[in-house]
Each structure stands twice: as C-alpha cells, then as structure tokens.
C-alpha cells in the first residue's frame, strides 16, 4: 500500500513540474506576442499606411520593402487574443493555415533589404521620412531595418516555445495535438528560412569570387553552383620542374585554377587570373602520399583530358582538400545517375501480352490446332519467325536497370564555353 502511494505520489509531482514549466513558458509566450504585435504595429502604422498615403514611394517598392508584414500583423492579432486567454492550442491551430504569409515575406526578406538601402540611396524624400518617423517616442530607437527582421526572428522564438508547451503538455490533454500540428508547421517555415540564409550566404561568396577574378572572362556566378573552399595548393609539373603555387576554388560542380596577377598591376594588383576550369563530374581523387601523420602530402585528380598532381606541406589542410573534393564529387555523380521508373507497358507491348496469354489459355481452338500436329508445327514456325524479326521486348517484372553515365541528360562535354579558362 505505502509503494503504491509512493508511485501516485511521484506521477503527481511530475505533473506538477510540467504544469509549472508549461505556465513559465505560457507567461513568456503573452508577454513577447504583445510587444511583437506591437512593434508590426509601428511599421503598418507609420510607414506602410502613411507611405501609401502621401505616395511617396510607388508600388512595386513599398510591396518589395514591406511583404507582407501587414496581412502578419493582422493574423498575429488574432493570435494574440487567443494566447491571453490561455487557448494556446486553439490559437496556433487557427494560426498555422496562414503561415504562407510568413513564407512570402522569409523568401522576400534579402531583397526587402536591398531594394531599401537602394531607395533610401536614391529618394531623398523617402530618407527624410523614415528618419523622422524613427525620431518618434514610440520607436524607443529602434531602426526600420531591424523591424523588418522581427518576422522572420520571430518564427524561431515560435520554436521554442511550441516545443516546450507540447513537452510539458501531457498527451492526454486536447492541446496536446493542436500543440503537435502547430510544431510540425513552423517547423516547415523554420526550415524555409535557414535553406533562405544558405542559399543568400553561398550567393554571397560566388559575388565574392567573381570580384576577385580579373575581367569578366570566368563566369563563376551559376544556377546550383555551391561554394565549397578555397586554397592555395602546390602544382607539380609533370616534366620535373619546380612545383608552383596556385590558388584553388572548389565548387560543387568545378574546380577552379587560377594565378594571381601581377602586383606592378595599378587596378589589379591584389586580383586573381582564371586560368583552368575542371569539371567535377567524370574526377576521380587519390591521396599519392598523406595517409599517415607525416608532414603534408599529394593528392592525384584525374579528369578525362587532364591530370593534376597537387601538394601541400600541411596534412590538416590537405586532408580537408580531399575530404571536400570527394565528397563534392560524390553528391554530384549521385545526382547525376538516372534510374529508370518502371512503367506500364505500351500499346505494342500489351498487345504481345495479351496474345502470350490467349496462348496459353485453353480453348476450342487449341483442341482442335492439337488434333492437327502439321496444322500446329506450321503455326509454331510461322510465330518463331516473327518473334526473330521483332526487337526484343522487355517484359515487366525485369530488374530496373541504372542508366549509364554516358547516356544521361546533360551529361554531354562541354567543347565551347564563353570563360576566358580552359575547360577540360
């Protein structure tokens, strides 16, 4: 009897934890929402009604600067109301089937910010006007740039706070699966942010690159062309000779060889020369020497119509040039190979089905081709010359067969390009 109570009695306190837990994390929740909805107030109000007012900025600016911060503010409103009334589950439940709204404005968030630093550049008018609503009380200095940051912000606080109301939310209790769909579907939007911030980012470091190349000749800026690293590498010769540094930049689909230029040079002294461009997607990379924990090391890349031998005095440096060489050319061949998708069989094909079967099926007429041996053997001859004329057909249930690198889309050398580089 003392044990059983002993069970009831800790099953009860741990309740009691997860009910305190859960009130901690209600009370933050109404207390952030508030000022949340307060501070898309301030934009609505103050710039995206008044702007729309006065025109001073016309349309397609406002709409590319401001989203749809203001349809945001309108659904957390609501939001707001049902939070404070402590129907939380109810209240994200009734939130979630508008979080498009939220996708539009993270996947216009990069070029809200620079459409804005580029109108604020240009309209002297608009300038004037933001930084006198800025000068307002109610703005406690807060910047319209950092304001139009707080949806996206926002959706990882959502995060957090949904995922500890569920933990403390026992199952049983009808919140408990309004809590769960509303996790799942930020969750979504959180996701759609950071792919946003790695696409920006990578976007970013290719402008950077291109930057550092001397004229215009190598296009480094490519559609689902990643940034990987970059490097400066020892090139052997293949005669003997010196072994030179060149800078590498490793993307996910090349790697580029480049020189620097010439440091006499006034405009591009502290620039680089595109000199090769190799495709990733027919590489293959060896480690020559490096394996063990002797100082540097070589490794060997093989491409279809070249042949590069690359050496670093650094082990740590070089280990990770491989592991990044391969892996990139891992991705990319995966991507490349096509598996061929079962189908339903054509006309032709199912014609030839349904004939195999008549023929296999029992009838007047079988009985009566078998009462007739020569009627029959002039049958079989005249079927088994016309199956050798026809191609052969592949039946359905065979093995689904990997198409060959060779025959793939796309997968075609390049033999002219417009880069200033050699492409091999």
Not at 96 to 119: E, R
């Amino acid at each position: 009897m003392s044990a059983l109570t002993g069970q009831c009695s800790t099953i009860q306190e741990q309740r009691d934890r997860w009910e305190r837990k859960r009130s901690r994390t209600a009370k933050e929740l109404v207390k952030t929402e508030q000022f949340y909805c307060e501070q898309l107030k301030l934009v609505t109000t103050y710039f995206v009604e008044i702007l729309k007012a006065k025109g001073t900025l016309g349309p397609d600016i406002r709409e590319n600067i401001f989203s749809s911060i203001k349809e945001i503010h309108s659904v957390n409103q609501s939001l707001l109301v049902h939070v404070e009334n402590s129907y939380f589950g109810r209240g994200f439940d009734q939130f979630c089937p508008h979080l498009q709204h939220y996708n539009t404005y993270v996947d216009n968030i990069y070029n809200a910010s620079k459409v804005l630093g580029i109108t604020l550049k240009k309209n002297k008018a608009f300038r004037r006007f933001k930084k006198l609503q800025e000068s307002r009380a109610e703005f406690k200095d807060h910047k319209l740039e950092d304001l139009l940051q707080l949806p996206v912000q926002r959706i990882d606080q959502y995060m957090h706070f949904l995922q500890d109301l569920t933990a403390n939310t026992t199952p049983d209790n009808p919140e408990f699966e309004q809590l769960s769909r509303a996790v799942t579907a930020v969750s979504e939007v959180s996701q759609r942010i950071q792919n946003n911030t790695r696409r920006h980012e990578n976007h970013l470091q290719l402008c950077r690159v291109q930057k550092l190349l001397k004229g215009r000749s190598t296009k480094v800026l490519a559609a689902g062309r990643w940034y990987i690293r970059e490097g400066w590498l020892k090139m052997v010769p293949p005669k003997g000779k010196e072994a030179k540094p060149k800078m590498f930049f490793l993307f996910s689909d090349m790697l580029l060889q480049a020189k620097r230029c010439s440091p006499l040079d006034p405009t591009n002294g502290d620039k680089f020369t595109g000199q090769h461009m190799f495709p990733l997607k027919a590489c293959a990379v060896e480690k020559v020497f490096g394996h063990t924990k002797s100082k540097g090391g070589l490794l060997s890349l093989t491409f279809p119509k070249a042949k590069l031998l690359l050496m670093s005095s650094n082990q740590e440096d070089l280990n990770d040039w491989y592991q990044s060489l391969s892996s990139a050319i891992r991705k990319l061949q995966s991507k490349e190979t096509v598996v061929y998708q079962r189908a339903e069989p054509p006309p032709r094909q199912r014609a030839l089905h349904a004939a195999a079967d008549s023929h296999n099926t029992p009838s007047s007429s079988s009985s009566s081709s078998s009462s007739n041996p020569v009627r029959k053997r002039n049958m079989e001859t005249s079927e088994d010359r016309e199956r050798a004329q026809k191609p052969p057909v592949e039946w359905e249930g065979s093995a689904p067969k990997r198409m060959k690198q060779s025959d793939a889309p796309g997968q075609s050398s390049v033999e002219v390009s417009t880069s200033g580089c050699v492409i091999l």
